[in-house]
C-alpha cells in the first residue's frame, strides 16, 4: 500500500471509529437529548469535512504536507510517490531554501518561480538576453541563472542551470538537466527512484 492510501485509509477509520465511540460514550451516559444529539453530529460533521479537505488538498498546502511524508531516503537512493495527481512533487533545496517541485522528465531545463529565484538568491542580472522557451502554455520569455546547490534527498549537484519567469507562476519544475546528472532515475510503480552518482 502507498503512503498516500494508507493516509488516506487512517483518516477514514478515525472519521468512523471517533463519532462512533463518541455516541457510544454520550448513550452510555443516559444523559443524552436530542438538541446534544444534533449538536454533537454537527460537531463531528464539521470535523470530518476540514479533516477531508486537508487530507485530500494536502499536496498544494506546503504547510500541511510536511506532516504528510512521501519522500524518504532508502540507502543511497531517494525514493518519491505519486502525487494523486499522478506527478511527482519532491522537496527540493535550491541554495539552501526547500520548495516543492515538479519532477518532470519533459522539461529540457529547470524552471522555477521569480519568487523562487528571489528567496534563494539565484542572480539573473547577467542574462543579457531572455531565453525564449516553448511550454504547455505557449511560447513564454524566461531570464536564466544558475543554481550554486540543489539537492532532492540523497541526490545532490552543484552549479545547475535555471530559468526564470513571471509566466511560470508559484510551480517550480525539475527538469532533465538535473536528472541527467544522477547515476540514474526510475519509476518502479508509483515510486520514483533517484540514485545519485558516487562521491
Known sequence: MSTDNRIDAIFYALALLLPLSALVSAVGSRRLSVGRLVGGMLTWVLIFGVGF???????????????????EVVGKETRIQMSPDGHFWARVRLNGVTRRMLIDSGATTTAISTATAQAAGIDTGQSPFPAVLRTANGTVTALTGTADTVSVGSARTEKLGVVVSPAFGETDVLGMNFLSRLQSWRVEGRVLVLTPKPA
Not at 53 to 71: A, S, Y
Open 53 to 71: 479537505l486537508i487530507v485530500q488538498n494536502r499536496h498544494r498546502l506546503p504547510n500541511v504536507e510536511r506532516f504528510f511524508d512521501d519522500q
